[in-house]
């Protein structure tokens, strides 16, 4: 238990939850060390912190074994090269093969990337909010990315937590079954956890930069693909995902490509009949939850999720 001083009385703070850190990475040599040392640095350090090696051809198992040599709570676990970074699956797989490798008792869990810099408060702060608020299951910072190689852009909205930085109380995140093995994971995540009655939030005065924005290892049109992808798996709502990719069309960059894109990998996956990874009765709270954002859009409030 910490405490702190006001006005010359003594007074109680909140105990310091455990939190252990899960970094799925491939290929991270340039950006790995800004990670590391953001994490060397933290006030509040985690038990244990297993950094994935995804099956890297640059020298980025190199460097985590160099710090985890000086530093006991970093350890590093190699997987065999499978020749391509892949998205949605492969992070949740290699996520979990950093999870059964855990051997330190927890009471949050942290799924980081290894291309992020934040400020030395940063876990102390989340951890302290979870503390205040018992319903709160998932949280993160507020990601900022140079989508034009120059200026930070935030790319963060207050009711939903990107997946370079997702912090779980662990009794939500066994009560949501872990991360889905899919495109999507980090949106399936969210809504299993809305529809149990936990509270979802990204902290915007946290900072997060984010030097691989995210889709870059795979480009825009693969992109656009796997984010319609994802919005089928969810089971988003055709007119949601319609008027969605209809906004990106004017919105972003290139104009018209990017949410035409999005819309028809959307159909796609309807028309060839895939599965959809969460359960029929969170399907309707996402849809419900929609249908009000829509209704919302035409009172001026934005529909981005």
């Not at 799924?111 to 299951?137: M, R, S, W, Y």
């Not at 009794?171 to 979802?200: H, N, R, Y």
């Not at 954002?293 to 009172?299: P, S, Y």
Request: hydrophobic content about 35%; glycine content about 10%.
């Amino acid at each position: 238990m910490e405490s702190q001083e006001i006005n010359g009385t003594s007074t109680k703070r909140f105990d310091i939850l455990k939190y252990v850190v899960i970094t799925p990475v491939r290929n991270e040599s340039e950006f790995i060390e800004k990670t590391i040392q953001s994490m060397i640095q933290q006030t509040v350090k985690p038990t244990e912190w297993i950094i994935v090696n995804d099956g890297s051809t640059d020298n980025t198992s190199e460097i985590v074994s160099r710090y985890s040599k000086d530093y006991s709570w970093i350890k590093l676990v190699n997987r065999t090269d499978r020749g391509i970074r892949q998205r949605g699956k492969g992070v949740v797989e290699t996520f979990y093969a950093g999870y059964r490798t855990l051997t330190q008792d927890y009471e949050v869990i942290v799924k980081l990337d290894g291309d992020l810099f934040f400020e030395p408060d940063f876990f102390k702060t989340l951890l302290n909010e979870f503390t205040v608020n018992p319903k709160l299951g998932i949280t993160g910072g507020a990601v900022y990315e140079r989508l034009d190689g120059e200026n930070w852009v935030l790319q963060a909205k207050k009711n939903h937590v990107r997946g370079p930085n997702k912090v779980y109380r662990r009794t939500c995140f066994e009560a949501i079954g872990g991360l889905k093995p899919t495109l999507g994971w980090d949106g399936i995540d969210q809504w299993e956890a809305l529809s149990k009655g936990w509270e979802v939030k990204t902290f915007l005065d946290l900072k997060v930069l984010h030097y691989r924005w995210t889709g870059a290892a795979t480009g825009f049109p693969k992109n656009k693909i796997e984010q319609g992808y994802g919005a089928y798996y969810m089971g988003y709502h055709p007119l949601f995902i319609l008027t969605r990719g209809i906004l990106y069309m004017f919105i972003y960059r290139p104009y018209i490509v990017g949410g035409a894109t999005m819309i028809l990998a959307y159909f796609w996956a309807g028309f060839r009949g895939w599965k959809r990874m969460m359960e029929p009765s969170v399907i309707r709270f996402v849809r419900r939850t929609q249908m009000r954002q829509l209704v919302g859009l035409l009172a001026g409030k934005s529909v981005h999720k």
